[in-house]
């Protein structure tokens, strides 16, 4: 799929999104769910297994956020589902992100950590960040199980890397 059909796709949902009054919850669940998406392989393997019926995927992606997220995300979700075009799910939430802060004027900022983090904690990190780059900020979070402690920050095209990982990469190569 072309990245003029993938931004067909992402203008398509920021309208629905904005249409609803739901742009901030939107892109922010299917930002959420387009990591869990990536980082599971049973859901992935699920709702893009061609084998399984369309209606049964769609279902799949009900059960999951039903409940849980707005109904304009259910819908788009199922909507890539069913189009058959589920793998495309992490570069749609990225754009949808990425126009959902152009439209605020600020910059999204990925941050991955090892463990959930608490209210406190994003609301220091969002500060340190946004007085590091100088930016005003949309904060992701992802937990990632590969960051050892501390946190792998993205902004733009800077990547800031706290982590004990990179400490310890950083002490080894000093010996």
């Known amino acids: 799929m072309s990245a003029q059909q993938v ?4 203008n398509a949902m920021f309208e629905v999104a904005m249409a609803n009054d739901a742009v901030a919850v939107v892109e922010d669940e299917l930002f959420r769910l387009a990591r869990a998406y990536e980082t599971n392989e049973g859901l992935r393997s699920s ?47 990225d754009q949808l992100v990425k126009r959902a802060s152009s439209e605020k004027q600020l910059e999204v900022a990925e941050v991955r950590s090892a463990v959930a983090l608490n209210d406190t904690q994003k609301t220091r990190i969002a500060e340190a960040l946004s007085k590091a780059t100088g930016k005003k900020l949309n904060l992701k979070l992802v937990v990632d199980p590969n960051v050892i402690g501390g946190i792998v920050a993205t902004v733009g095209d800077e990547v800031i890397d706290d982590s004990v990982r990179t400490r310890l990469d950083q002490v080894k190569s000093r010996f």
């Open 47 to 93: 709702l893009s297994d061609a084998t399984l019926p369309t209606e049964r995927r769609q279902r799949i992606v009900e059960q999951l956020l039903g409940g849980k997220a707005h109904n304009v995300t259910v819908q788009l979700a199922s909507m890539l589902v069913g189009t058959g075009h589920v793998a495309l799910l992490p570069q749609v939430a």
């Open 7 to 10: 931004s067909a796709y992402v």
